[in-house]
Structures are given as C-alpha cells and as structure tokens.
C-alpha cells in the first residue's frame, strides 16, 4: 500500500491547497472584523474561553480573529498544503492543515455548513494516523501504512456514496421516486455552468431518467475527494504494471505497543460515531448511544452524509442593488452567480464560492432564516471593501450609495431557438422584493426603505 498512500496524500495535499486558496479570496469579506458574519462576534457571545466554549468551537481563531490573523491562518494552510503535496514532512504537514482549516469551519458558521468541509476534515484528521512520519520519507517504507487508518478511509469513501444514495430513497423525494431529478437539475444546481445548459437540451426524459439510475448506483456526481479516495483501492501490485514499483522490503522498526492502542481507540471511537450518524440511525437510537457522534460533531471528523437528497424544481436568485436617489437602481455584479442572462455560466470547481454558494440557499428560503444576507445589504451602504471583493466590481466606484435593497429573480435555461434568437443563456423574471432595503439616516442610523 506504498504507492497509492502516497498518491492519496499527494492528493489530499491538492484538497487543501485549493480550500485555502479559496479562502485566501474570501475570508476577510466573509468572517473579518468587517465581514459579514464576524468570527470576533461569535467568540464575544460566547463569552470567555472555557473547555467546554473550546470544544463547541474547536478554533485557533480565539487567539485572534483580526485580518492579520485571517491572512496568517490562509498563507500557513498554504505553506502547510504545499508541503503535504511535495511530500515534506507529510504528517506534521497533514495536521497544520486539518487544524487550521477546521479552525475556519469552526468560526465560519453558515458560511462552512457545506457536506465537503466535513469530508476534507475528516479525511485529514484519518491521514493524520496514515501519513509516514520523517522530513523527507519518500513511499515511507519505514512507516508502513496503517490498516486500520486506511479501512476508515474506505469507510468514508463507502460512505459518502453509499449514504447519498439512501437518503434520496428515503427522503420521498417525488423527483427521485419518478426518475424526474435530473431533468432540471442543470438548471437549478447551486452554480450551473455551459456544459449544464447543452445537456439541459437533450431532449428526451429517457436519457435524464436514465442518468438518474447511474446517479442511484455509482453516486459518481460528487466532489473531487472521493475520486482521490478511490486511489486506495488500488494495491502496489496493482501500480506495479503501469511503472509504479515499490522499493524492496526494508527492516521496519518495531512500532510502540502504547502508540498502536492509542491509536485503536482513537479511531475505534470514531468508527463507532459514524456508525450513530448513518441515514435514519439517529432516528431509532437513544440518546446514550448518539454520545459518540454528539461529542465529536464539532470537529467535524465524523460525519453523516447525504448529497441532495431533495432535489430543487425552480431557481432564484437574489440581486443585491443600490441607488442613489431610490429610483434608479444598479446591481451589484457576482463573481459566479449567474446573474447576467447574456453571461455564459462558467466552471469554477475546484474554487468554492462561499457566498455566491450560501445566496442559493437563502434563494430557498427567507431573509428571516438568512438574516446575514440584511447584513450585507448593511456593509454595502458602508462600502466595505472586504465585503466588495466578494463581488466582481464595486458599480459605484468607492463612493456607497444612499440605499440598498435586494431583489428575487426567477431564471431558466434558454431553449436551443431562444439562444440563437437573443444570444441569451438564461431567461428571468422578478419575482419582487427578497429583503427589506435599507438606507442611512440622521445620525447614521440604518432605516429600512418601505417595500
């Protein structure tokens, strides 16, 4: 198991070097002292630092959460993800990025609710126990892989797939249960992309039906960490016949006796929480025995999954404007979002567009069950520059304007004729007012515009 551990990891490295360059774009606009939801807020709710505050919100972030120390945890998970992908110091590599990018999950709050940060931080935290020890260890033959470490990994792998395809059986989900999920869903995902809308043309339901049955058996519409997963299915004998051999059997150092039964625990203790977090067995179980995956849910190592369960039947989308004078009214510009009917939507994975990503859902719902979005609308009249780089340009040029409100658009894919007819990807309607505008008044005070 040399050869595909190594891959894995040099894998797992590429993960985590694509998550903090994400955040590297966004962190400061989403969680900064200026931000939208303000990591420095939730630690002052929650008072001084206690062990049990620490473990509810497992975060290097309590140290500080200024753009400074944003900026440090982004360029140290940076460094550390290279290093992991080099092959340099591979274990202590494989922790700094597990705890640094669990520091932001902790802190993030709805901007780090998705499935994958779960994924990525538990399969970093099983690598941790995976990963050769040594600066430089090359396939670590010196430090066999451990077993166990790896049937977790797998277990994840199986997980991940395994889950997501019972939760849509068990969800009554029409779309599913009629094989209709994929007849739209290029429309309606989170970030569609050009590729979306030629298969949204193909005509008839018999081929989207029949994507629906691939989707039920191989669960292969997924994120990038489980086709690196996969890589520990393979053997070295296996890798062996395409050029990847293995060195020669070397003398392995006896490993401590102390070490092994620690480490039994520790993973036995979280195979036994993902076994209380599978679809439906919370359910069933009492309360004392969830007490494994209740103790571990805030670090995120031990998760229940279940990808799109109940599929979306519309898109909206949310446009905040603004205006000076209250009645002409100037979108502000997404980086990702379709938004521009004429734009053709783009391909952005492996980027995870963290607010552009969390609009959609709050699309689903109100401003009330999103309140962070009014607080956008709020630094906007600001004119805060972190939360303006979340954008793709500031339309009104640093000078803010005197209201800000947010609209709710309806969007269709275009036919094949109404594309060639109007150049157009995307068709909508407003559908009305999302959230309350907001304007300043005297004395700076935030007043709501009336609907």
Known sequence: MLWPRFLWLRGLGLLFLSAFLSLAFQIHGLIGPRGILPASELFEA???????????????????????????????????????????????????????????VAAAQDFSSYQSDGMLLEAGFLSLFFAPGGLRPGLGELDPPSRLARFLLLWEWFRIYFESGIVKLASGDEQWRTLTALDHYYENGPLPTYLGWYAQQIPPHAFHAACCVVVFLFEFVL???????????????????????PPAEVPRPARSKAGVILQGAVLGFVFAATLVEAPLVPRVLPRPLLWPAIALAPFRIANGYGLFAVMTKERFEIEFQGSRDGKTWTPYPFRFKPQDPAAAPGIYAPYQPRFDWNLWF????????????????ALLLDGEPSVLRLFAFDPFHGKPPAQVRTVLWQYWFTTRAEKRATGRWWRRELRGPYAPGLRKGSGGRLEIIDR
Request: aromatic share 12%; proline share 5%.
């Open 362 to 377: 709050a699309s689903l719902g109100t401003f009330r069950e999103y309140p962070w979005v009014v607080q956008t609308e």
């Open 46 to 104: 929650l008072g001084q630092p206690s062990l049990s505050s620490l473990w509810q919100v497992p975060s290097l972030l309590w140290l500080g959460s200024s753009n400074t120390a944003l900026s440090l945890l982004v360029s140290v998970g940076l460094a550390a993800s290279i290093l992991l992908t080099l092959n340099v110091w591979p274990r202590g590599a494989c922790a700094i990025c597990t705890v640094l990018f669990l520091s932001f």
């Open 223 to 245: 994120n990038y960490l489980v086709l690196f997963l996969a890589v520990l299915l393979l053997d070295d004998p296996f890798l062996a016949r395409v050029g990847l051999r």
